[in-house]
């Protein structure tokens, strides 16, 4: 079909319009136009100007028009299209671009992501106008915006008011699920290279705010119930494949079934999981130098391991450090506790290690009900009903006593349900098994390195007691040590220097300083902080298990004076070894202090100490005595590479 408009434009620049039109079905009816400046209508004219070179077509002559404009076109050039309102057809020469005039941008993109462009932008050949751009997303053009915002940094670079900057936030966040490349255009000329946003593969910042902005948008209890229904259920997922991939049990059980019908198969080391209050750090206490020793052990039999905390959330620090020992830290928000560690991993665990009376009450039923065919084992730390009692009777507290008779119960109890149960001290070992026959019951004590000790000149004899001070027998201890023994020393050894090393140490500690009594507290480097003692003490008067510090002085080769308690499940105090270097009385053990402070008179507990060491305390030893105890393992293994830090015990 014809169209029913003739006419053309004779005429298009920046400052006017002009041609004429003639309504061919109407040609004595006036035609009124629509003016386009890229896609957007700026005006309306009517077609009724005379021109004398039409007179003789219709009107007489009257259907031209000349439309000038009321404001400047954009720099940047347009494209202007006029039309007749009418049929809404296209004049003839319509559309027609006007050319940009001359420009030179400089700038960059800053910012580009799913929610918004950011960057700036100027003309050095008109430096105070502004620069209009257009954002392009997948080929699609947007809004168009001005670079007019004010930038302090562009204003001290010395681009002069430094009002060049944009950011032009989309009017919705882009669908992190799709590929886009955004592209920004002056005109039809380029600004700067295209941004191609991938589409997210993982919850990153952007994916994060569409996700928020969708959940700010539900506003029915449905659909919130539905979502977080779907929540759950993704969470679930996510817990469940991270507990697959540590225990490697979708691929253990496809490697039994292949190894049923004789076909080769890949084997997976067994995974241990171990539980205690908190991480394990070395330079804190002995139970956490027992518990690292027995993970190592673990692992060198060839058993993946695995640590959750039950009270203390391990940190990222926490997580970094175990890591580099080759240890799992399960951590929220994948595991929130060992409950959701048992139920996620319970199919796949092999061993579960609880450390300590209150994690072995808290999770054995529930190892298994999750964990039906593991081995648990519960190391006991020391005997609490032991340790208390001991303390009742030094202390005259009758309650604590009453206390220790409740405790043994939930020990015996304990010992029972678990299938092995570990002690450091031959001494509980026998306890127990009076107590419950059933049990099964092992010693094994934690890997202790014999090291060369490094010497500093010392000006005065100093003796050094070294505890973690969160532990009563250790603040008793201490006490003790300054106001009754030392007294009696110095009587001896006027100039001698006594120091009080350890960690989580109270105020009651603090205040026993003195002149000549050094409070240290904490240490990172127990080694370097001994080099220039002469003895260490271990002036227990209650306690139970085996003393770390004790080990950790004959560690370095120092000599040790101690009370029965302290040297009890390690020696024999009937040994004449020994006995120079066991006292239980504040006198006794201040003479015997000042026997061992003569270098040759220690020569004989260092050397029977090291060997001690070398055959009780080595790693092999400990691996054997673990060996016994774990279920057996159909893979071989590398060693694992030798542990170079440095062991620090508190």
């Keep these: 079909m014809p169209k029913p408009l003739a006419g053309y434009i004779d005429v298009c620049n920046r400052d006017r319009i002009a041609g004429w039109a003639v309504d061919l079905e109407n040609p004595d009816q006036s035609v009124c136009l629509q003016i386009f400046q890229n896609g957007r209508l700026v005006d309306e004219v009517t077609a009724e ?80 106008r502004t620069v209009w751009l257009t954002a392009v997303i997948n080929g699609v053009p947007t809004t168009h915006f001005p670079a007019n915002q004010f930038r302090r940094d562009l204003r001290e670079a010395g681009f002069e008011s430094g009002r060049y900057g944009f950011e032009h936030v989309f009017s919705t966040v882009l669908d992190p699920l799709q590929d886009h490349t955004i592209q920004l255009l002056h005109g039809q000329e380029r600004f700067g290279n295209p941004v191609f946003l991938p589409r997210a593969d993982h919850l990153n910042d952007a994916f994060k705010s569409h996700f928020n902005a969708l959940i700010q948008g539900l506003t029915t209890p449905q659909a919130r119930r539905d979502t977080l229904s779907f929540l759950t259920a993704s969470a679930d997922t996510l817990r469940d494949q991270s507990a697959s991939n540590i225990t490697s049990l979708e691929a253990r059980t496809l490697s039994q079934k292949a190894k049923r019908r004789h076909k080769d198969t890949i084997s997976f080391p067994p995974c241990a999981l171990f539980i205690d209050d908190k991480v394990p750090d070395a330079t804190r206490d002995a139970g956490s130098v027992a518990l690292l020793s027995h993970m190592k052990a673990t692992q060198a039999l060839g058993f993946r391991s695995c640590f959750i905390a039950s009270r203390l959330p391990p940190t990222e620090q926490d997580q970094t450090h175990l890591a580099a020992m080759n240890i799992n830290c399960l951590m929220p928000p994948v595991f929130t506790g060992p409950e959701e560690a048992l139920k996620r991993l319970g199919p796949g665990l092999d061993v579960i290690y609880l450390h300590r009376l209150n994690n072995a009450e808290s999770y054995t039923a529930l190892c298994r009900a999750f964990a039906p065919t593991a081995t648990i084992i519960w190391s006991i730390a020391d005997l609490a009903s032991l340790r208390l009692r001991r303390q009742a009777e030094v202390e005259n507290r009758p309650e604590l006593a009453r206390t220790a008779t409740r405790i043994e119960v939930r020990e015996n109890m304990c010992a029972w349900l678990a299938d092995s149960v570990l002690t450091h001290s031959a001494i509980e070992a026998e306890r127990l098994e009076r107590m419950v026959p059933t049990a099964n019951i092992h010693v094994v004590p934690w890997a202790v390195p014999v090291k060369n000790r490094s010497r500093r000149r010392q000006d005065k004899p100093v003796i050094a007691f070294v505890a973690h001070f969160a532990h009563a027998p250790n603040t008793d201890a201490a006490k003790w040590l300054i106001l009754d023994i030392l007294p009696r020393l110095k009587k001896r050894i006027p100039d001698l220097v006594c120091r009080l090393i350890g960690s989580a140490m109270p105020h009651a500690v603090h205040m026993l300083a003195d002149e000549d009594i050094e409070v240290t507290g904490h240490v990172s480097n127990l080694e370097d902080t001994l080099s220039d003692v002469s003895l260490c003490v271990a002036p227990l008067r209650y306690g139970a298990g085996i003393k770390g510090k004790v080990l950790d002085a004959w560690s370095v080769g120092l000599p040790i004076v101690m009370t029965p308690i302290a040297a009890e499940g ?81």
Excluded at 86 to 92: A, D, H, I, P, R
């Design 49 to 128: 100007l005379f021109r004398a070179d039409l007179t003789g077509f219709a009107k007489a002559g009257y259907c031209a028009f000349d439309w000038v404009c009321s404001e400047y076109l954009p720099h940047e050039g347009s494209i202007i299209e006029v039309k007749d309102r009418k049929y809404g057809c296209s004049l003839g020469g319509s559309p027609f671009y006007i050319e940009p005039l001359p420009c030179a941008l400089t700038g960059s993109i800053d910012v580009s992501d799913r929610l918004r462009i950011a960057g700036w932008v100027r003309d050095n050949l008109n430096l105070n």
């Design 570 to 650: 390690l020696v024999d105090v009937s040994n004449p070894v020994w006995a120079k270097s066991i006292a239980d009385s504040a006198e006794d053990f201040a003479e015997k202090i000042a026997a061992l402070l003569v270098p040759s008179a220690a020569k004989a507990q260092i050397a029977a100490a090291r060997k001690l060491l070398k055959e009780r305390f080595s790693e092999k030893a400990i691996q054997a005595s673990l060996e016994d105890i774990l279920p057996p393992v159909m893979i071989e293994t590398p060693p694992l590479p030798e542990d170079k830090s440095e062991p620090v015990l508190n």
